[in-house]
């Protein structure tokens, strides 16, 4: 049976059709954190402080709210809390211990559920006045989730959830398997996370990463998410350093890194369009090693590509046409050189690393695969190489039909699909939920033979998660981010299993 957080929406009952028993998945209200304490005491003291997870501070330095959050919190980790006054008597008392002004109080969260809210009392030694302060687990206006899991694959779920009309805060969430939540990290209004994701080094060091707005760069952490560096694009060969892109990123070791670039410049290679010099939104990969660019490609040193855009192709307007839009890259594990999906050529390329060839292209106008109308995709994300070598993607299908996950055995040598191996066939698709995402999205193929789905946006009051089995379709877990008092509603870029 499945075990549950918080209330699953109505369309996601009926897609399981099952009777899912409700538990908690913290505060079961969510109110604005504007509850003041008592001013006798708040108007003593300068500010209040913390020193969290990863080193993150509280969401406010404010002493006179009553509700204290914190940016960063782990599952079973420990934060230190300090009130600051210049020349105060006051006693601080939490969690067993008592400390005086500007000292820290060590208080542990044993869970991030609202049972693990930690009572603070502050008394002022010489009125005796007092001011309760919450220090709450994870903030109020956390986004919650809707869980249903039932013999799920093994590892922690990574997401960024995020309101697009910008009205909630977003985050960053590791969930467990068995849909409590583990750790988050929370940015302000705006400041946007994407491409949440572990990496484990080949020496064996932990790392996690993800794409910050709030900085427009990378964010690696290390082990204990204290920040190692944010790391943005560097200069290319054409005088330009463009800004980092948020839709993917490779760690590949320390101070190595593959991150994809907006190369929004002006070119004049247009083939159908010859002599005139226009101002085009470009796609650009980098690859940094110790601080040097040691690699740089980019979408408009090759003019073939301009015909095999499907959206954003109006170069003539001069504005900025993103008619590629990269969102994935992989180093190919079978040879070293990139796989990079394109949604606005509706197509997957493969390129040599060391020349910047286009060995080849997979879908689109441009397809060399000789793909049927069947076969082809339509504004994927996210292709990657499956545990069984296959290319798989999330095919969004452009909003207008069903979205899929895909999978194509492919014959490289002779740009053909693999015949003759029922086991693994040249294309295979997968479905479920009946989602038409017409954006974002992302698909991670298991050994033992599930799938993860992240649905990216779609209409509608579906799952933003899935995991089924690719053999009969039976689903093993499900994630539904929920509407609140701050967002009507959130999606998450990406979605992923670690171990």
């Not at 009205?167 to 583990?182: N, W």
């Not at 427009?216 to 920040?227: E, P």
């Not at 017409?438 to 579906?462: C, H, I, P, R, T």
């Given at each position: 049976?499945?075990?549950?957080?918080?209330?699953?929406?109505?369309?996601?009952?009926?897609?399981?059709?099952?009777?899912?028993?409700?538990?908690?998945?913290?505060?079961?209200?969510?109110?604005?954190?504007?509850?003041?304490?008592?001013?006798?005491?708040?108007?003593?003291?300068?500010?209040?402080?913390?020193?969290?997870?990863?080193?993150?501070?509280?969401?406010?330095?404010?002493?006179?709210?009553?509700?204290?959050?914190?940016?960063?919190?782990?599952?079973?980790?420990?934060?230190?809390?300090?009130?600051?006054?210049?020349?105060?008597?006051?006693?601080?008392?939490?969690?067993?211990?008592?400390?005086?002004?500007?000292?820290?109080?060590?208080i542990p969260f044993p869970t991030l559920d609202a049972a693990s809210n930690v009572s603070v009392l502050v008394t002022d030694r010489v009125s005796g006045a007092t001011a309760q302060y919450t220090l709450h687990a994870r903030p109020?206006?956390?986004?919650?989730?809707?869980?249903?899991?039932?013999?799920?694959?093994?590892?922690?779920?990574?997401?960024?959830?995020?309101?697009?009309?910008?009205?909630?805060?977003?985050?960053?969430?590791?969930?467990?398997?068995?849909?409590?939540?583990?750790?988050?990290?929370?940015?302000?209004?705006?400041?946007?996370?994407?491409?949440?994701?572990?990496?484990?080094?080949?020496?064996?060091?932990?790392?996690?990463?993800?794409?910050?707005?709030?900085?427009?760069?990378?964010?690696?952490?290390?082990?204990?998410?204290?920040?190692?560096?944010?790391?943005?694009?560097?200069?290319?060969?054409?005088?330009?350093?463009?800004?980092?892109?948020?839709?993917?990123?490779?760690?590949?070791?320390?101070?190595?890194?593959?991150?994809?670039?907006?190369?929004?410049?002006?070119?004049?290679?247009?083939?159908?369009?010859?002599?005139?010099?226009?101002?085009?939104?470009?796609?650009?990969?980098?690859?940094?090693?110790?601080?040097?660019?040691?690699?740089?490609?980019?979408?408009?040193?090759?003019?073939?590509?301009?015909?095999?855009?499907?959206?954003?192709?109006?170069?003539?307007?001069?504005?900025?046409?993103?008619?590629?839009?990269?969102?994935?890259?992989?180093?190919?594990p079978a040879d070293g050189h990139w796989i990079a999906s394109f949604r606005h050529l509706d197509a997957v390329l493969k390129i040599d690393r060391g020349t910047g060839a286009i060995r080849w292209i997979?879908?689109?106008?441009?397809?060399?695969?000789?793909?049927?109308?069947?076969?082809?995709?339509?504004?994927?994300?996210?292709?990657?190489?499956?545990?069984?070598?296959?290319?798989?993607?999330?095919?969004?299908?452009?909003?207008?039909?069903?979205?899929?996950?895909?999978?194509?055995?492919?014959?490289?040598?002779?740009?053909?699909?693999?015949?003759?191996?029922?086991?693994?066939?040249?294309?295979?698709?997968?479905?479920?939920?009946?989602?038409?995402?017409?954006?974002?999205?992302?698909?991670?193929?298991?050994?033992?033979?599930?799938?993860?789905?992240?649905?990216?946006?779609?209409?509608?009051?579906?799952?933003?998660?899935?995991?089924?089995?690719?053999?009969?379709?039976?689903?093993?877990?499900?994630?539904?981010?929920?509407?609140?008092?701050?967002?009507?509603?959130?999606?998450?870029?990406?979605?992923?299993?670690?171990?």
């Amino acid at each position: 049976m499945f075990a549950t957080q918080d209330l699953l929406r109505p369309s996601m009952l009926g897609a399981l059709a099952l009777t899912l028993a409700a538990c908690s998945g913290g505060d079961s209200t969510v109110q604005v954190g504007m509850n003041r304490v008592n001013p006798a005491v708040s108007s003593l003291l300068t500010s209040v402080d913390a020193i969290g997870v990863g080193g993150a501070d509280l969401t406010s330095s404010n002493p006179t709210r009553a509700d204290l959050a914190l940016q960063s919190n782990l599952k079973g980790a420990s934060v230190q809390l300090r009130f600051s006054c210049p020349a105060c008597s006051i006693t601080v008392e939490a969690a067993g211990s008592s400390v005086g002004a500007n000292q820290y109080i060590t208080i542990p969260f044993p869970t991030l559920d609202a049972a693990s809210n930690v009572s603070v009392l502050v008394t002022d030694r010489v009125s005796g006045a007092t001011a309760q302060y919450t220090l709450h687990a994870r903030p109020l206006d956390y986004v919650r989730y809707g869980f249903g899991a039932n013999a799920p694959q093994a590892g922690d779920l990574y997401l960024t959830p995020f309101d697009p009309q910008g009205f909630g805060a977003p985050y960053a969430y590791i969930v467990e398997v068995d849909g409590s939540l583990k750790y988050y990290y929370r940015n302000p209004r705006g400041g946007n996370m994407h491409d949440f994701k572990k990496t484990v080094l080949p020496g064996g060091a932990v790392r996690y990463s993800f794409y910050d707005s709030a900085q427009s760069a990378i964010r690696v952490m290390d082990a204990s998410f204290n920040l190692i560096e944010n790391v943005s694009a560097l200069g290319f060969p054409d005088g330009n350093t463009y800004a980092a892109n948020l839709h993917d990123h490779v760690i590949v070791n320390d101070g190595h890194y593959i991150l994809g670039v907006y190369a929004a410049k002006t070119v004049n290679n247009i083939p159908t369009l010859p002599g005139q010099t226009l101002f085009v939104g470009g796609s650009g990969l980098q690859e940094i090693q110790n601080g040097v660019a040691v690699f740089n490609w980019l979408s408009t040193d090759h003019a073939e590509l301009y015909a095999c855009s499907t959206e954003g192709n109006g170069f003539a307007q001069n504005n900025g046409a993103d008619y590629a839009h990269w969102d994935s890259v992989q180093v190919d594990p079978a040879d070293g050189h990139w796989i990079a999906s394109f949604r606005h050529l509706d197509a997957v390329l493969k390129i040599d690393r060391g020349t910047g060839a286009i060995r080849w292209i997979l879908g689109g106008p441009c397809d060399q695969f000789g793909l049927s109308p069947a076969q082809k995709f339509a504004h994927q994300h996210d292709a990657q190489r499956a545990p069984d070598g296959r290319l798989t993607l999330f095919d969004n299908g452009n909003g207008g039909a069903a979205s899929r996950v895909l999978a194509f055995n492919l014959d490289e040598p002779a740009k053909a699909l693999v015949a003759g191996n029922p086991a693994l066939p040249g294309f295979a698709e997968f479905s479920a939920d009946m989602h038409q995402s017409f954006n974002l999205g992302s698909a991670q193929m298991f050994v033992g033979g599930k799938v993860l789905v992240g649905w990216g946006e779609f209409a509608g009051l579906l799952n933003d998660v899935s995991e089924f089995d690719l053999a009969g379709g039976a689903q093993s877990m499900q994630l539904s981010l929920l509407p609140s008092d701050y967002a009507n509603g959130y999606f998450s870029y990406r979605a992923r299993k670690f171990p």
